[in-house]
């Protein structure tokens, strides 16, 4: 009998591959709900803040965690913990956890991070953010979706080999990282540099991080992200005389004005695989100037919000928008400068890799959709692995309550996810 026979339920009727396992780990799976409870219970009960938010890093989550895995006979734990002189234990941790599969080629990555934001104004919570709330298949407190969802979901998916006694046939390889909500340096980045075999390059990475409520896009690319803080100088004087002065608020408004234009006389491309489409700067924060109607400014500062599509790199757009910088200075009779605020590349990961394909058909097979490959304008960890070398994927069945007063998950999200895990882990 061919394997393919052995795949095959009946005349024309393909059986996925390892149904009975399958079926077991499904199983297993719709009975977890209170594990999910117990486990988002334990880990939203340690605030894990960064210095830059007020708190003391991520260690005390991560050491709960280890020992709830530990407790649950996963013990293969490898941690790459990162210097961190401004947090008591003086380290940021990022854990790996292993589950050995059948065969260690195209191994399954899921990656999530142990750090939350803050709460924020605790009068717009209904309860306490770090004390978890369970009603009607909901649980909420702060970090219970970003991204302690998917973290319970890829270890119950796990859990749903271990506990049962089977092998998957993909290595589940699960990453526990510092530092995702403040900028990762104590995260995948400090894994990228100090370990650079870690990943493989056949490796399917996930990272559940994002998503979309129903699961059908799966984040292959990003835009290229540039932030500037713009400096105008022109001369004040008073209202009266404008003449005698030069508006650096007119100026600078003009600047703006010439920046915005940029999206459809310059860099005009297109790429359906974008919502919205196109390259967009547009014009956002603006600082006070003059406390008074009556005094032309001599000083103003605005900041610009580029998101600018992978083919154009953000070399060129900053030096296509310092001509017209210099446009405005002649114009005006003022000086204007530019402050680099963030500025992001990230290569694309490929539609057809290996990671979305694979995605793509357990995703119809658990939820009965058709999942698409997308790109996104704002910025995930995913860029750095993809400017890495590393194709990875960024998706999740998430109802996008993250940072906000009363983050809640769903359950079924949770269990739906730990099954689109382990069946990628069966593949």
Known sequence: ??????????????????????????????????????????LTSIP?????????????????????????????????????????????????ATIPGSSDEGRLWIMTHLDVVPAGDLS???????????TDGKVMGRGVEDDQQDMVASILAALAFTENGLVPTRTIK???????????????????????????????????DGGSADGSKIEVAEKNI????????????????????????????????????????????RDGLFEPDRTTINPTKKEANVPNVNTIPGDDVFYLDMRILPQYPVARVLEELSKRMRVVEKEYGVTVSYEVLESTESKPTRSDAPVVTALGRVVRSVYGIEAKAIGIGGGTVGAHLRNAGLECVVWGRVDDTAHQPNEYSLLANTIGDAKVFAALALE
């Open 1 to 42: 009998m061919t394997m393919r026979d052995a795949q095959k339920s009946g005349p024309g009727e393909e059986r996925p591959p390892r149904a009975s396992e399958r079926s077991t780990i499904f199983s297993y799976l719709d009975r977890s709900g209170p594990a999910v409870v117990g486990l988002q219970s334990l």
């Open 226 to 269: 540039c932030w500037l803080r713009v400096v105008t100088k022109g001369k004040q004087t008073h209202a009266a005389t404008p003449d005698q002065g030069a508006n650096a608020f007119l100026a600078a408004s003009a600047l703006a004005l010439a920046a915005h234009a940029l999206e459809r006389e310059v860099f005009k491309a």
């Open 124 to 134: 717009m919570w209904s309860s306490d953010p770090f004390k978890v709330v369970h």
């Open 48 to 96: 894990a803040l960064a210095p830059e938010s007020g708190g003391d890093g991520e260690m005390e989550k991560a050491e709960a965690l280890v020992g709830w895995l530990a407790g649950k006979g996963i013990r293969a734990i490898e941690r790459y913990d990162a210097p961190d002189p401004r947090v008591s234990s003086g380290l940021r941790p990022n854990i790996v």
């Open 174 to 208: 699960l990453l526990f990282v510092a530092d995702e909500e403040v900028g990762s340096k104590y995260g995948i980045c400090h894994l990228l540099k100090k370990t650079p075999g870690l990943f493989h390059g056949d490796d399917l990475i996930v990272i559940p």
